[in-house]
């Protein structure tokens, strides 16, 4: 069983920065895949942000060149740097653990609010 906590969101005005951490628990962190995804109100949740065990970055093409995933296997954290953040963003922020190694999400943080104000 793991467990992930997310933290680090917050109100922000337009054009600044936040930096989300999320700690994993209860499980080998170096091996997994870390994805962060987020969910507007109204919206269906959308991917943000990946990272391999192997440290490949993946990300969505509306976050790319402005978001940052990275890691510390150490801390069995994951974290997302956020900059030029703009009122779009706006959502509740997940992280998610891949432990099967099939691509499939299966476990969920229970998410950061980030809201952007314009």
């Known amino acids: 069983q793991v467990q992930l906590v997310e933290s680090g969101g917050g109100l922000v005005q337009a054009g600044g920065s936040l930096k989300l951490s999320c700690v994993a628990s209860g499980g080998t962190f170096r091996r997994y895949g870390m994805g962060w995804f987020r969910q507007a109100p109204g919206r269906e949740r959308e991917f943000v942000a990946l990272i391999t065990a192997s440290i490949n970055t993946y990300y969505a093409d509306s976050v790319k060149d402005r978001f940052t995933i990275s890691r510390d296997n150490a801390k069995n954290t994951v974290y997302l740097q956020m900059n030029s953040l703009k009122p779009e963003d706006t959502a509740v922020y997940y992280c998610?653990?891949?432990?099967?190694?099939?691509?499939?999400?299966?476990?969920w943080g229970q998410g950061t609010q980030v809201t952007v104000s314009s």
């Open positions: 998610a653990a891949d432990t099967s190694f099939g691509g499939e999400y299966d476990y």
